[in-house]
């Protein structure tokens, strides 16, 4: 029997309209670690201060005892999330729109919604994508709608073929080393137990990648910052893609280019093709 008759589609997408509220303050001590990984001198926040971008997925994640943990890391499967058996689960993108400042002292709620879930035959085999709308307040007051898009495949790697052609370099680019302790504290920030960010026996024996993986969203907040960076403010509007896997065993570098509604902006390694590719606007 093939993976798609294997997922029960009807089943899974019972949990669309599912719904999640979770909640958490945002502490001064919170964007000073936040800072500080990504290099940012740390400072003293003071309350009502204006928090910096995308630390909204350091707050109110899920809180799973150890015994609750699944073989990669992550709560096991089941609850919110519906449970698609296959083993390999990545961020793939999101869209943000940002409404207001998160603000150091905020009560940060997320109210979460299963929007859809679909099944589609990939490169890589049996693809599921679940998608989820989060809505981030405070106290009432709007601070963004999020779009996140999540995908689950199995082990088996892509049919070989012909190397990517390596990205280009934009007309700003950034040099990042994607160490690990980088994303150990990344991890660490977003109570992240998935096990192929920081447990390298893990990722290269049982995965079968060739390094620790560079998270998603952690791409995507360099992104962002590099952005904010060439502009000189920070976007309203962002939204960001997975394409291909980069790893602890290169530099990560942060390109952009100029379009007519703002930056187009991607990540790869040196000679590597695109790692993940993001729009900004203001």
């Known amino acids: ?24 303050v945002l502490t001064p001590e919170k964007v000073r670690q936040f800072r500080a990984t990504f290099d940012a001198a740390p400072g003293a926040p003071q309350p009502g201060e204006a928090a910096p971008r995308l630390i909204h997925w350091c707050l109110a994640q899920p809180v799973a005892l150890m015994s609750a943990l699944g073989p990669d890391g992550h709560p096991a499967r089941g609850g919110f999330l519906p449970p698609v058996p296959l083993p390999r689960r990545m961020w793939a993108g999101g869209h943000l729109d940002f409404h207001d400042d998160v603000r150091v002292g905020d009560v940060v709620q997320r109210a979460s919604r299963i929007e859809s879930v679909e099944v589609k035959e990939g490169r890589t ?5 679940v998608t989820v709308l989060h809505r981030i307040s405070a106290e009432g007051r709007p601070l963004l709608t999020e779009r996140q898009d ?10 070989a073929k012909a190397a990517p052609e390596p990205a280009p370099a934009g007309a700003h680019v950034r040099e990042v080393d994607a160490s690990a302790p980088l994303l150990f504290r990344y991890s660490a920030l977003t109570f992240n137990g998935h096990r192929i960010h920081y447990d390298y026996p893990y990722v290269t024996q049982v995965e079968g990648y060739p390094g620790l993986i560079v998270h998603g969203p952690l791409q995507a907040t360099l992104l962002l910052r590099h952005a904010a960076e060439i502009h000189g403010a920070p976007p309203a509007r962002f939204s960001f893609r997975g394409l291909s896997p980069l790893f602890d065993n290169a530099p990560v570098l942060l390109n952009a280019d100029a379009t007519e509604v703002g930056l187009k902006l991607w990540t790869s390694r040196p000679s590597g093709p695109f790692g993940m590719m993001a729009e900004a606007g203001w």
């Open 150 to 159: 999540i995908v689950y495949r199995g082990l088996d790697g892509a049919p």
């Open 125 to 129: 085999g049996t693809l599921c994508f």
């Open 1 to 24: 029997m093939s993976e798609p008759e294997r997922l029960d589609i009807d089943h899974l997408r019972g949990w669309i309209g599912r719904e999640e509220v979770a909640s958490e």
